[in-house]
């Protein structure tokens, strides 16, 4: 099970950080994703962070004001969020699986790639 927090109200040019822990493993050891969903849209990938290859890829939309990071202490995942806008409003999802998941670009980074999930945590960027 993941456990999300971290979510809230933020002005515009703020900054959140989401976080997405577990006990039941070492979260740090599989691929991560991050997703969102606004009101109104299908879920969409913000990034997929490969672990075994050192590589994540972000979506174009959040790429240089968006981070991963993994905290192994404390088995806890955290998404930066800075210079929020407006648009990224929606309800944020982490997600993980136990197979190894092997990605050339950020594309290829979707939902159907992970078994187990968060139940999201809202964040709303409004002034």
């Known amino acids: 099970q993941l456990v999300q927090s971290g979510g809230g109200l933020v002005q515009p040019g703020g900054s959140l950080r989401l976080a997405c822990a577990t006990s039941g493993f070492t979260l740090g050891a599989y691929p991560i994703g991050w997703f969102r969903q606004a009101p109104g849209n299908e879920r969409e990938a913000v990034l997929c962070?490969?672990?075994?290859?050192?590589?994540?890829f972000y979506s174009d939309s959040v790429q240089g004001r968006f981070t991963i990071s993994r905290d192994k202490a404390t088995n806890t995942v955290y998404l930066q969020m800075d210079n929020l806008k407006p648009g990224d409003t929606a309800v944020y999802y982490c997600a993980t699986d136990f197979q190894p998941i092997y990605l050339f670009r950020f594309e290829q980074c979707s939902e159907g790639l992970f078994g187990l999930w968060g139940r999201g945590t809202q964040v709303t960027v409004s002034s």
């Open positions: 962070d490969i672990d075994r290859s050192g590589k994540t």
